[in-house]
Each structure stands twice: as structure tokens, then as C-alpha cells.
């Protein structure tokens, strides 16, 4: 793999989410990936959703796995990473396209919890109404895991880092609606994970 950071479970989902994708950022021109980890998604997606621009994000300690994947890219949809930190100002990728989609995989249960509440602050933030929201990644149901393999994966979350962990999806929902996003569809997905997929509301 050259030296490049890999994904086994990004190889798996990417075509379901594509499809999915496919339809929510059909009229989307501007996306916003947080956490673009490996940069595996966004090799994959830009070419298949060439009527928008997919712009990549990330700690800057995670950019070079990025370029190197960027580095095969023949899109000229793909932008290169931006340095976003959730503690940070989030950056204006392009004041000439607004960013009017985002789509995040696998952060939320990574990242700490105060920063999962940065993270829909920024949505709310930086988000014209009407805009898309994405949101990939295994979520707990009334306090309950979808399955047993999502419970030892908690616990193995919480041995690495005890501020990460599945994050209930009543908690999210809660930060979501504060942000104003509107929950449109929520996706049963392969290997016990979801899709969340919100509209930003408009000025009431």
C-alpha cells in the first residue's frame, strides 16, 4: 500500500454509503468531510459525485496519510486537506463556495464527549440553511448497543481512552436539534452502524 494509512471496515461501507450519499448531496455543491482519517472515502466518493466539490479535514497529524491516498486522485472535485480541530475556529474552506453538506464517519465515538458538543456548535455555526448533514458510525438506542460485538467495541474504546465510547443517540439527537438540524433518516447500515443524515432548518 505504499506506505499508506489503511481502513479495512472504509473498503467495506464505502459503496453502501455512496449509495446513500448519492442521493442526500444530489444537490449539494460544497462538502465538508471531518475527519477524513485514511482519506479512503474521499478518494472514492469525489469521482462518483463529480457535480460537487469534496473538501478533506483533519488534525494536521493525519494529513500526510491523506495527501498519500490524494496523491492518486485523478478528480479535480477533491481539495486537499484543511487543518480542522474541534477545539479551533473551523475554516472557511472557500469563501466563493460556501460549504453546504458535511459528512463525518466514524468520529463520534472517538473524540470526547465535550468535543461532540463542539462539533454540532460548528454545525450550527458554519451551516446555511437547508444544508446536509451526515453522520456515520455506531449509536446506542434507549441506553441499549444494536448488537454485542458494538458493546465489546465500547469497551475496548473505553480502555484506549475513557472519553470516547458509542454515543447514545438520544444525546445526539438532543445536540442536533440545539443546532438546529432536523433528523431526516436514520439508516440501518452494514456491521451494526447507522447513518444519520439531517437538514439544517432555516432562520424561524
Do not use: F
Given at each position: 500500500m505504499n506506505n499508506k494509512p489503511f481502513s479495512q471496515a472504509c473498503e467495506n461501507n464505502k459503496q453502501?454509503?455512496?449509495?446513500?450519499?448519492?442521493t442526500v448531496f444530489a444537490t449539494s455543491q460544497h462538502v465538508l468531510e471531518i475527519g477524513s482519517g485514511t482519506g479512503q472515502h474521499a478518494l472514492f466518493f469525489a469521482p462518483q459525485l463529480t457535480h460537487l466539490t469534496w473538501q478533506t479535514s483533519d488534525l494536521l497529524v493525519n494529513h500526510q496519510g491523506i495527501n498519500r491516498w490524494l496523491d492518486e486522485s485523478t478528480s479535480d472535485n477533491i481539495e486537499r486537506p484543511l487543518v480542522l480541530d474541534l477545539?479551533?475556529?473551523w475554516p472557511v474552506p472557500?469563501?466563493?463556495?460556501?460549504?453546504?453538506?458535511?459528512?463525518?464517519?466514524?468520529?463520534l465515538h472517538i473524540i470526547s464527549w465535550p468535543l461532540v458538543v463542539k462539533f454540532f456548535q460548528g454545525l450550527a455555526q458554519n451551516l446555511p440553511a437547508e444544508a446536509s448533514v451526515c453522520i456515520y458510525g455506531p449509536f446506542k438506542y434507549q441506553g441499549n448497543f444494536t448488537s454485542q460485538s458494538n458493546a465489546s467495541f465500547d469497551q475496548s474504546l473505553k480502555t484506549r481512552d475513557i472519553n470516547s465510547g458509542i454515543r447514545d443517540i438520544e444525546a445526539i439527537l438532543l445536540l442536533a436539534d440545539d443546532a438546529g438540524l432536523q433528523l431526516i433518516n436514520d439508516f440501518v447500515m452494514p456491521a451494526n452502524n447507522q447513518l444519520l443524515v439531517f437538514s439544517k432548518k432555516g432562520v424561524v
Open positions: 453502501p454509503i455512496l449509495d446513500i450519499l448519492s477545539n479551533e475556529n472557500n469563501q466563493h463556495l460556501p460549504v453546504d453538506a458535511v459528512y463525518s464517519a466514524n468520529t
